[in-house]
């Protein structure tokens, strides 16, 4: 069991790990978000866009450790059952020994001590139980659309007092133009506004 022991002290400490790294990119996407300002400051869209592709990253990748880090927390919580669950059996089996004497006597008092030992064994696995639970249920999902770039770059030039619409030229609001499903959103649009001017 000491080698079990010895994994569980490994997952937690990869854990600590992983949220450091997490918090590491939480401070580089910072960065990188700065950088966007100033780059839209100086009208400087290129640049702008490579920043927030960046910062973009760098909050995925945060995500992503922490994720990670759940995942690994979880596995401890298991490897923590098992230690427990191992050091509960033997409590138990000495409670059992225990037992079989008291019920031999059929003194009332020791055996109501008995249980009481016996239930509080088990909610203490409840409460270990119930913390590996509680870690499993948060881990979360994110995907990484174009999209995200965007709107970065919008919420930037809004901090900055600028309107990012007047200062690029129509049809370069896309990295390498615009996808085909902003196409044809843009295209739905048009035909939508059409159709409420008829009416």
Do not use: W, Y
């Amino acid at each position: 069991m000491p080698s079990m022991e010895k994994n569980l002290f490994n997952l937690k400490f990869a854990a600590k790990e992983l949220q450091r790294n997490a918090k590491k990119c939480d401070k580089e996407e910072k960065v990188e978000k700065a950088k966007v300002k100033k780059a839209i400051q100086k009208g400087n869209m290129e640049v702008a866009r490579i920043h927030a592709e960046n910062a973009i990253r760098q909050k995925n990748q945060s995500v992503n450790f922490l994720r990670m880090s759940a995942r690994v927390d979880a596995v401890a919580a298991r490897v923590q059952t098992a230690v427990t669950m191992n050091q509960v059996t033997k409590s138990m089996a000495g409670v059992v020994k225990g037992m079989d004497a008291t019920l031999k006597s059929m003194n009332l008092e020791k055996i109501s001590a008995l249980m009481d030992k016996f239930e509080h064994q088990f909610e203490t696995l409840d409460v270990q139980t119930a913390q590996m639970e509680d870690t499993m249920s948060s881990t979360t999902t994110l995907t990484t659309p174009q999209n995200q770039v965007d709107s970065l770059l919008h919420e930037m030039a809004d901090e900055a007092g600028l309107d990012l619409n007047m200062e690029l030229p129509q049809g370069q609001t896309g990295s390498v133009g615009t996808s085909v499903a902003s196409a044809e959103q843009d295209e739905l649009s048009n035909r939508l506004a059409k159709l409420r001017d008829q009416m």
